[in-house]
């Protein structure tokens, strides 16, 4: 069976999809840099590259490409959950929050995640990934539902 094959029959067959599970399923896939290779993207319009490998009704599959230096903008992910599993490098996740709906996301700390982690995502997750160091981070995303109504905020 071939990597998306494999994706496919991991994501649809769940249970239920909960943080629980869908660590689970993340951490079956045994993943590594050779799984996710071909579908690593170059940044063409943002600082990093971003490809939706899987998308069904339930979930959303992402690799993410971050090259040396490169961030994210701020931003949610809507009504979505998930987990980010490092494939390869080591980044900082730059965590923030709101102090009401209308006020612009405030730091709140940093969290540092390397090779064989997994960082959960959860429906109040502010966050802006960024590779300080001079090798790239490689990262695979799973989101449920899909994402759909997330906000990126403008730099401050």
Known sequence: MDFLETIKCTFDNLSSYNEVNIVHAVQSLNLTFNDVSKYVTEPKDL????????????????????????KTFIHDHGLSIGCIFVVAGDFLNVLYKLENKESYPIY????????????????????????????????????TPPLKGGTTYPSP
């Open 47 to 70: 600082e990093y590259g971003r490809n939706v490998i899987y998308r069904s009704e339930n979930v959303e599959v992402i690799v993410i490409h971050l090259p040396s230096m490169a």
């Open 108 to 143: 709140d700390r940093i969290e540092e995640f390397s090779q064989n982690e997994i960082l959960l995502v959860k429906e109040d997750t502010i966050h802006m990934m960024y590779n300080p160091t001079t090798s790239p981070v490689i990262t695979f995303h799973i989101y």
